[in-house]
């Protein structure tokens, strides 16, 4: 059985399993220790970065190694995730919804990949410090490899998908958030670490088939999420994967630079364009298979 949740946009709004039990641990306090000059990712490439704070006017030197120390405030209603421990939560806290996706999205990877070790989430506001550096809010969503965790200010999420012109709804932003969990297997496996030593831009450089990957991946969860034993998120239906497909379309590199005002330059390109990245989620959801995700090896990248 599904619950609905009252008084929200019915449209934008993903289906739960009325009695599933939720797990706050999976969601930090909002900022991980300091280690080094790791590069945040999903959130993190330097051109993209640049457009953002074009769009946002925010110093983009907070996601590419700044040193203010200033503290992260977990702010607002996000601290209370921890108080997060069923689906009929969501009813009274729609933020609660984000450990439903993290936790459906890691009990998928449990599950597929040997060794998957669970990480966290950690909602904050404003800016947050992390093992990757200092981050603002305005970055959007990100995952620091140095710390292995997720970073996401909830209220800024739906701003981005807003801006840059896309439906939002709960699969979308689930959609972005089992994308950096895609980052986090690909940290596990050490894909990313390789893909790292080539800081080159452009269509078919690392960094886009390592953000086209993430992308695929995020679409296998899609696929097998109905399969999960005990996942507080119900079948996907076709609206849902629209919603998905649609995020993935807003945050191509091309469809960013042509809301900063400027004209496409696929040369400085580090997450693919916006056909790039629907064709990679939808061939994470056609097969539901990770091994069909290998962006590495193909010069066919959509």
């Known amino acids: 059985m599904v619950i609905t949740i009252t008084g929200q946009d019915e449209e934008t709004i993903m289906q739960y399993e009325d009695g599933a039990k939720l797990d706050p641990s999976q969601v ?24 953002l704070a074009l769009i946002f006017g925010f110093d983009p030197s907070a996601i590419l190694g700044g040193d203010s120390q200033q503290p992260a405030d977990p702010g607002g209603g996000q601290s209370t995730l921890q108080n997060c421990q069923s689906v009929e939560d969501i ?20 599950t597929k990949l040997e060794g998957y070790q669970v990480t966290k989430i950690n ?6 410090s992390t093992a990757c550096g200092q981050a603002s809010s305005e970055v959007g969503p ?15 999420l ?34 990313m670490a390789e893909a790292q030593r080539d800081r080159s831009t452009g269509p078919k450089s690392a960094g886009v088939r390592l953000e086209l990957q993430a ?26 994967l629209a919603a998905a497909v649609d995020a993935a379309r807003a945050v191509g590199d091309d469809h960013i630079q042509e809301q900063s005002g400027g004209g496409v330059n696929p040369d400085g390109w580090t997450h693919g364009s916006s056909e790039q990245r629907k064709h990679w989620l939808q061939i994470g959801y056609s097969t539901g ?14």
């Open 28 to 51: 930090g306090g909002g900022g991980g220790g300091r280690r080094g000059g790791g590069i945040a990712i999903g959130g993190g490439g330097a051109i993209v970065v640049v457009i």
């Open 91 to 110: 009813e009274k806290d729609r933020n609660c919804r984000y450990v439903a996706y993290t936790n459906s999205i890691q009990a998928y990877w449990e």
């Open 123 to 128: 909602p904050f506001s404003g800016q947050v």
């Open 142 to 156: 990100f995952y620091c490899p140095e710390d292995q965790q997720v970073y996401l200010d909830i209220d800024f």
């Open 158 to 191: 739906d701003q981005l998908l807003s801006q840059l012109g896309a439906q939002g709804g709960d699969a979308a932003e689930a959609y972005v958030l089992a994308h950096e969990f895609g980052h986090h297997v690909q940290n596990l496996t050490g894909v």
């Open 215 to 240: 992308d695929c991946l995020a679409g296998t969860w899609f696929a097998n999420e109905k399969n999960i034993a005990d996942s507080p998120i119900g079948d996907f239906t076709e609206q849902d």
């Open 289 to 302: 298979d990770p091994n069909k995700c290998d962006t590495f090896s193909t010069d066919d990248l959509g």
